[in-house]
């Protein structure tokens, strides 16, 4: 297994994992603050591929455009959903049910990239899956709930979250500069005819650091991180770090935010380290992905 590639994914996830804690200092409604991350990201992506000096390296490929093209719309997607779901459900629930995404990256990238399950990594996941629905509770599932919309505007989320994620393993050619500097780029153009500029009038200089910061580091450098370790790993140790995520974003829950979990809840984020820890141990590399997976230089 590539070290490197797990560390990577390992820091983006815990980054990301605060995004609901600061989204929420932003003072801006999903679709504005999707587009100042867009707008930040690509600046700061757009200069790190001229810095390093991979736009003069890049090999340009129809397919890989097609494929970081639907990357960014199904990206874009994920996250106004996810703001949507945070605006009006608890960042547990919300990302509780974003992280439903790995279960469905597992089953269809076993179809996909023909990575077979073993016995081991569906005992994992499954832990991973019941202790996610142990957080959620039973109140999260009752239709009648006013947060019965947030928790849809969530599952979306996890669908085109599990869309990025398999789109984004399948770009190889691509340097990780480009695809993600091409993608905030794409973002921005499908947002702007939609902003409305106006609720930017109003913010507080703390909530434009707020708005910048989840740009530059929650969206640039995660991004960075994430799209370059996912093609050096298999789908089912992706779809396992991705719970470091989840993870974060509860402990900051609990100790930011007054959150305090109930017994089942606890119960849920133990399964959930547990099938982590366990699917790590567990997974290991044929030596047909050896011989696959050579290292790409960024």
């Given at each position: 297994?590539?070290?490197?590639?797990?560390?990577?994914?390992?820091?983006a996830?815990?980054?990301?994992g605060?995004v609901?804690?600061?989204s929420?200092?932003?003072?801006?409604?999903?679709?504005e603050?999707?587009?100042?991350?867009?707008?930040?990201?690509?600046?700061?992506?757009?200069?790190?591929?001229?810095?390093?000096?991979?736009?003069?390296?890049?090999?340009?490929?129809?397919?890989?455009?097609?494929?970081?093209?639907?990357c960014?719309?199904a990206?874009?997607?994920?996250?106004i959903f996810?703001?949507?779901s945070?605006?009006?459900?608890?960042?547990?629930?919300?990302?509780?049910?974003y992280?439903?995404?790995?279960?469905?990256v597992?089953?269809?990238?076993?179809?996909?990239?023909?990575?077979k399950?073993s016995l081991?990594?569906?005992?994992a996941?499954?832990l991973?899956f019941?202790?996610?629905?142990?957080?959620?509770?039973?109140?999260?599932?009752?239709s009648?709930?006013?947060?019965?919309e947030?928790?849809?505007?969530?599952?979306?989320?996890?669908?085109?979250?599990?869309?990025?994620?398999l789109l984004?393993?399948?770009?190889?050619?691509?340097?990780?500069?480009?695809?993600?500097?091409?993608?905030?780029?794409i973002?921005?153009?499908?947002?702007?005819?939609?902003?409305?500029f106006?609720v930017?009038?109003?913010?507080h200089?703390?909530?434009?650091?707020?708005?910048?910061?989840?740009?530059?580091v929650?969206?640039?450098?995660?991004?960075?991180?994430?799209?370059?370790?996912?093609r050096?790993?298999p789908?089912?140790?992706?779809?396992?770090?991705?719970?470091?995520?989840?993870?974060?974003?509860?402990?900051?829950?609990?100790?930011l935010?007054?959150?305090?979990?109930?017994?089942?809840?606890?119960?849920g984020?133990?399964?959930?380290?547990?099938?982590?820890?366990y699917?790590l141990?567990t997974?290991?590399?044929?030596?047909?992905?050896?011989?696959?997976?050579?290292?790409?230089t960024?």
């Open positions: 297994m590539n070290k490197i590639a797990v560390l990577q994914l390992s820091v996830m815990a980054i990301f605060s609901g804690f600061f929420e200092r932003t003072g801006l409604p999903a679709l603050l999707v587009f100042v991350r867009c707008i930040c990201a690509a600046v700061f992506l757009c200069a790190a591929w001229m810095a390093t000096g991979h736009f003069k390296r890049e090999k340009w490929d129809v397919r890989e455009a097609m494929l970081i093209i639907f960014a719309v990206n874009l997607l994920n996250w996810l703001f949507k945070f605006e009006l459900i608890s960042v547990t629930i919300a990302i509780s049910l992280h439903l995404a790995p279960i469905i597992l089953i269809i990238g076993s179809f996909i990239f023909r990575e399950l081991y990594s569906i005992l996941i499954s991973c019941i202790g996610t629905l142990l957080i959620m509770g039973t109140d999260g599932f009752q009648s709930s006013p947060e019965w947030g928790i849809m505007y969530g599952i979306i989320a996890a669908f085109f979250y599990a869309a990025t994620m984004g393993k399948s770009i190889t050619k691509t340097s990780v500069y480009a695809t993600t500097f091409l993608q905030m780029l973002g921005f153009l499908l947002l702007l005819p939609f902003v409305d106006h930017y009038t109003t913010l200089a703390s909530q434009w650091f707020y708005t910048v910061l989840t740009g530059i929650h969206t640039g450098v995660v991004y960075l991180l994430f799209f370059n370790s996912i050096h790993l789908t089912n140790v992706v779809s396992f770090m991705i719970f470091v995520d989840p993870a974060v974003a509860i402990l900051l829950d609990i100790l935010s007054g959150f305090v979990p109930d017994m089942v809840q606890i119960l984020i133990s399964l959930i380290f547990l099938g982590m820890i699917s141990r997974t290991r590399p044929t030596g047909k992905e050896v011989m696959q997976k050579r290292p790409h960024m």
